[in-house]
């Protein structure tokens, strides 16, 4: 199974919306109905942090600029308003079928 | 509040031994879903193991044969035992928690670097 993340570059400049997409060779729809597709934001120097899980529950404690949507394949991460904090590389994962990662979207501010 | 924390990285040579302990606290490692997730210099993740609740263990191909995950669960510990070590193992090892039920990888450590190199 592969995921495909685009762009792989993404100037924004700041208080824009950016917008991330992830692609999957397989259905990541599971046998229990539920889609295990999760964004990743990985600052600069950091370990990564989980934004969203299963296509669009934020996590404790993300702002509500970031949201997730999709389905079956297709997915994407939105950034609205962009900050300089949101700098990094953001990562999809999917664990439906073992666990892949995409390959990251770097994010900067333009 | 859960933390991991990882140790046990450093340099080796090819073909060498390194054991990296994961240390957790605010859960019980026994109970949870626990993986091994690398990420190579400047490259992207990469899931490596993981070590069910029930104690079933899997590997990615790329480290099957090789690397063995454990726990200690008295010592509330996460374990990875690599042998035969080669140059393309060289990364940054995060110790993660999470299965199904969190949507799994919910929470990081800060990861340890294993740096294979003659």
């Known amino acids: 199974l592969v995921l495909t993340q685009s762009p792989l570059s993404l100037p924004v400049a700041l208080g824009q919306s950016a917008s991330i997409s992830c692609r999957s060779s397989?259905?990541?729809?599971?046998?229990?109905?539920?889609?295990?597709l999760n964004w990743f934001q990985q600052r600069p120097g950091q370990s990564p942090r989980r934004l969203i899980y299963?296509?669009?529950n934020r996590d404790s404690g993300v702002p509500d600029r970031f949201s997730g949507s999709g389905s079956d394949t297709d997915f994407t991460l939105k950034i609205s308003r962009v900050e300089a904090e949101d700098v990094g590389v953001y990562y999809c994962?999917?664990?439906?079928?073992?666990?892949?990662f995409g390959q990251g979207t770097k994010v900067e501010i333009k | 509040e859960v933390q991991l924390v990882e140790t046990g990285g450093g340099l080796i040579q090819p073909g060498g031994s390194l054991r990296l302990s994961c240390a957790a606290s605010g859960f019980t490692v026994g109970n949870n879903y626990l993986s091994w997730v690398r990420q190579a210099p400047g490259k992207g993740l990469e899931w490596v193991s993981v070590?069910?609740?029930?104690?079933?263990?899997y590997y990615a191909d790329s480290v099957k044969g090789r690397f063995t995950i454990s726990r200690d669960s008295s010592k509330n510990i996460l374990y990875l035992q690599m042998d035969r070590l080669t140059v393309e193992d060289t990364a940054v090892y995060y110790c993660?928690?999470?299965?199904?039920?969190?949507?799994?990888?919910?929470?990081w450590g800060q990861g340890t670097l294993v740096t294979v190199s003659s």
């Open positions: 993660v928690r999470g299965g199904h039920s969190s949507g799994w990888f919910d929470y």
């Open positions: 994962m999917q664990g439906t079928h073992w666990w892949t």
């Open positions: 397989q259905s990541l729809v599971y046998s229990d109905g539920n889609t295990y």
């Open positions: 070590i069910y609740g029930g104690g079933s263990t």
């Open positions: 299963q296509v669009s």
